[in-house]
């Protein structure tokens, strides 16, 4: 299991921070993030070196984003993962890439309710300019994060929905067995 973890460092938010930007036109992949593309080729031959397949790929956030360009580089190179298993996965490519890793077996959970939901599975937004596409529809969950006044920076209500804690309570036990 290659697992992608999400945003941690200053680094991080920047390159999340990066889809208002033009994205990078990569020859394989087609018009991807910038940000979440950042280091993904030299992740991919890591993940080569010290790595036999089978692999199934997951993530959170930036991870679940930085997971669907990992899984086009695995098509890219004939050697596509089992799974892609993500929680809270924004938009990280045009409609080349999903296309590409759309054969992949995969889910990618969004945390809501029927009045709102994680807003990261909605960025970056689509427009005319910056067509992000997705490969598979959103699976949806709900264990709705409880609200305090005084609670960390995740259990405010624009990212309440987005703690991975949550998704992995509402995420079924053999996700990953089952689609691998």
């Known amino acids: 299991v290659i697992a992608l973890r999400g945003s941690v460092t200053l680094e991080d938010w920047w390159h999340d921070l990066q889809a208002v930007a033009d994205p990078h036109d990569h020859d394989g992949l087609g018009p991807v993030h910038a940000g979440f593309a950042d280091h993904m080729e030299a992740t991919w031959k890591d993940v080569?070196?010290?790595?036999?397949?089978?692999?199934?790929?997951?993530?959170h956030s930036l991870g679940a984003a930085r997971a669907a360009i990992l899984t086009g580089l695995m098509v890219l190179a004939d050697q596509p993962p089992l799974a892609r298993?993500?929680?809270?996965?924004?938009?990280?490519?045009?409609?080349?890439?999903?296309?590409?890793?759309?054969?992949?077996?995969?889910?990618?959970?969004r945390n809501g309710d029927w009045r709102q939901h994680d807003p990261v599975t909605d960025l970056p937004i689509p427009t005319p300019h910056l067509p992000y596409y997705r490969a598979q529809g959103l699976v949806d969950i709900c264990v709705p994060p409880k609200w305090t006044l005084f609670g960390s920076w995740h259990r405010f209500p624009l990212i309440g929905w987005h703690d991975m804690q949550l998704y992995a309570k509402g995420t079924p036990n053999c996700e990953i067995a089952r689609l691998a």
């Open 48 to 59: 080569q070196r010290y790595t036999a397949g089978p692999r199934v790929v997951i993530g």
């Open 85 to 109: 298993v993500v929680w809270g996965e924004p938009l990280s490519g045009f409609r080349q890439l999903a296309d590409l890793i759309s054969a992949v077996p995969a889910r990618s959970y």
